[in-house]
């Protein structure tokens, strides 16, 4: 059918006898037509007649006339339909030369080869054109009604192969605009599946590789020592030593930045800068594995030395002061090696000795490294148990206080008590601080311990007070860690201790050590100061140990000096031990704080301190720590020791 679209055609006639081109345009053109050609077409073609097809003729009496007809109505977007050709036309192409140059310009152009019984037959028409959809033969003399169906025949066939064309072109465009719109979802599938399995493979915070790749590469480093056991690997554990505390006084976003920072303080200490993807044999590889803790795999080394060498590299990296935010912080590590020549086969065995060894390093005073041995395993699964237990016997209510008289050296009266934690195991009967208290800090358990031991330690002065009239006037000391000065809200838990016992902010006495009172003196000197807004005293403990700064004790208005009992115990033999505690107390006094000496286990000891006008003591040579029982028995029998 012909398009709704088309209703004007334009026709060239290329012809060299004037008369057929008159003939011609008396069929073709509407003010010409006959009324029976008319009601004929309308029985050929239906409801559309000649009239609702209006048709342009254009003429030329040589091919070449013809041609130039042809790509100029081309170029301006109007091309011909179709075109009468003569078959013969001298002097200049005939019928076949010119349709061929015709074609050449236009293919689509439908062509009546306009012949006479003398002239070329259909064959040789054939031979020299070829076979074609696109001609047909027109004989004449030309019959009115035949050149009216070939002309409406030919341009619905131009119009119909038009309109596929066009839509075989939009089917074409679709397609390729579909295929690059699915080429382009495929590569972006492509790109989201690599970028998620490097997600996967890859922490987020440092883009270092993960714990996952970290095991794949641990295991085929492993694997490959198996076959070639003189090709040695060595697997670093490191720690990142009081992050913890960084974590809980600055924020996560620093102790983030902190993690940034290392990581990449780790790539520059290795000997080939490593990727978060699979990398070939032979080169070393760090990951986060988790928190503040990282590991390091280095392939094909000498033996342990080379390790060793690197971790003492890391260190010192490490232990540079980082720039945070404007702020200064210090941090060191904890290192753990341990090689391939314990013939591991399982990525998870390493793991796990080089852990250990971890953890041996920071026992051994954090800041350095450790290598692995059979001892430490053992260790590992006994430190595992113990803190299983621990947690357990903060449920089972395992913990239970002694207490230590602390004296007045001017008087000898009782002064108050220092209460100290100790653990009845059910397995392991009594054990000491100093084989639980480090575990408890490591492990985060020190936070709720240390929450019960001040509570307990108010209620039962409370106890004492409203038992013992003279026993009002007594105070009990407490030690905080300092993983407890970093609770954001220690003031509200002393403030909500001290309303819970009853007792009076002045019977309270708190222990911070030297080392956490100078390490974040911006932060602790207002801490600080809302504590004693509650009344309670302040007491630094083991003073002489740390790196005091005169001028941030200034600015704490700390109330007590406690002398450490190291000085204590040598000051009667050695004169530079005697001229510290000397210079401690007369410190003190200058700058308004009384002093308290502990561990004094002598009567010398207790002259010399008397003599050097320090104001109280406490130690072995007065009275152990005490439980609650003995403690009564001896407020009951209004003891008084002399020093």
Not at 262 to 288: K, N, Q
Request: aromatic share 6%; glycine share 6%; net charge negative.
């Amino acid at each position: 059918m012909r398009s709704e679209e088309q209703k004007s055609y334009r026709l060239l006639i290329i012809d060299d006898n004037e008369s057929i081109h008159d003939d011609l345009r008396k069929i073709l053109l509407p003010a010409q037509a006959d009324a029976g050609l008319m009601e004929d077409e309308t029985i050929l073609f239906g409801s559309i007649s000649p009239h609702s097809v209006e048709f342009t003729v254009d003429s030329a009496f040589q091919g070449q006339e013809g041609l130039l007809l042809l790509q100029k109505a081309k170029d301006a977007g109007q091309p011909f339909v179709l075109a009468f050709v003569d078959i013969r036309m001298p002097p200049g192409w005939d019928g076949i030369e010119t349709i061929t140059h015709l074609w050449n310009t236009d293919p689509d152009l439908q062509v009546v080869i306009c012949t006479a019984h003398s002239d070329y037959t259909w064959t040789d028409i054939e031979n020299k054109l070829g076979i074609s959809n696109n001609f047909v033969i027109l004989k004449k003399p030309f019959d009115p009604i035949e050149v009216t169906q070939l002309v409406h025949a030919l341009t619905s066939k131009w119009t119909s192969a038009r309109q596929a064309r066009l839509r075989m072109e939009e089917l074409d465009l679709l397609v390729e605009e579909r295929t690059a719109e699915l080429n382009h979802a495929v590569n972006e599938l492509e790109r989201a599946k690599r970028a998620a399995e490097q997600a996967a493979l890859q922490d987020p915070l440092t883009k270092l590789p993960n714990r996952r790749l970290f095991q794949t590469r641990l295991n085929q480093a492993l694997q490959h020592v198996l076959h070639q056991p003189a090709d040695l690997c060595a697997l670093l554990y490191l720690d990142l030593d009081g992050f913890k505390v960084i974590n809980y006084s600055l924020g996560h976003l620093v102790g983030d930045e902190v993690l940034v920072e290392a990581a990449r303080r780790l790539e520059s200490c290795f000997r080939r800068e490593c990727t978060p993807e699979f990398a070939p044999r032979g080169e070393d590889i760090i990951a986060r594995l988790g928190g503040d803790e990282f590991a390091v795999l280095m392939e094909k080394i000498r033996d342990v030395s080379d390790a060793l060498r690197v971790a003492h590299r890391i260190c010192d990296t490490l232990a540079e002061p980082f720039s945070i935010r404007g702020r200064e912080v210090v941090i060191s590590c904890s290192i753990g090696i341990t090689t391939s020549a314990s013939r591991y086969t399982a990525p998870e065995n390493m793991l796990r000795d080089a852990d250990t060894a971890m953890y041996r390093a920071k026992s051994l005073g954090r800041g350095g490294c450790a290598l692995f041995d059979q001892s430490m395993h053992l260790h590992a699964v006994d430190r595992l148990q113990k803190e299983y237990e621990m947690r357990q016997a903060i449920e089972r209510e395992e913990f239970f206080l002694c207490y230590q008289p602390i004296l007045s050296l001017t008087d000898g009266k009782l002064n108050g008590f220092e209460a100290l934690i100790r653990w009845r195991s059910l397995p392991r009967g009594i054990v000491a601080p100093m084989d639980f208290i480090p575990l408890a800090e490591e492990t985060g358990l020190i936070v709720p311990i240390g929450t019960w031991v001040l509570q307990e330690a108010c209620r039962q002065l409370r106890r004492w007070q409203d038992r013992f009239g003279e026993a009002a006037e007594l105070s009990i000391s407490v030690n905080l860690s300092a993983l407890q000065f970093t609770q954001s809200n220690l003031v509200e838990i002393v403030r909500q201790a001290l309303s819970d016992s009853g007792i009076q902010g002045h019977s309270l006495r708190l222990e911070l050590t030297e080392s956490v009172a100078m390490e974040e003196p911006e932060r602790m000197a207002p801490l600080l100061r809302e504590l004693q807004k509650l009344g309670v005293r302040l007491s630094i403990d083991d003073f002489g140990t740390g790196y005091s700064s005169l001028s941030h004790l200034h600015r704490f208005s700390v109330d007590t000096l406690k002398v450490d009992r190291s000085f204590i115990k040598s000051m009667e033999l050695n004169e530079r031990s005697l001229d510290i505690v000397r210079t401690i107390v007369s410190l003190a006094h200058n700058m308004g704080m009384e002093v308290i000496a502990e561990g004094a286990e002598t009567a010398m000891q207790a002259s010399l301190l008397r003599g050097m006008k320090c104001d109280c003591v406490q130690g072995f040579f007065f009275s152990k720590p005490l439980e609650a029982e003995a403690i009564d028995a001896l407020l009951a029998a209004k003891w008084h020791p002399q020093p």
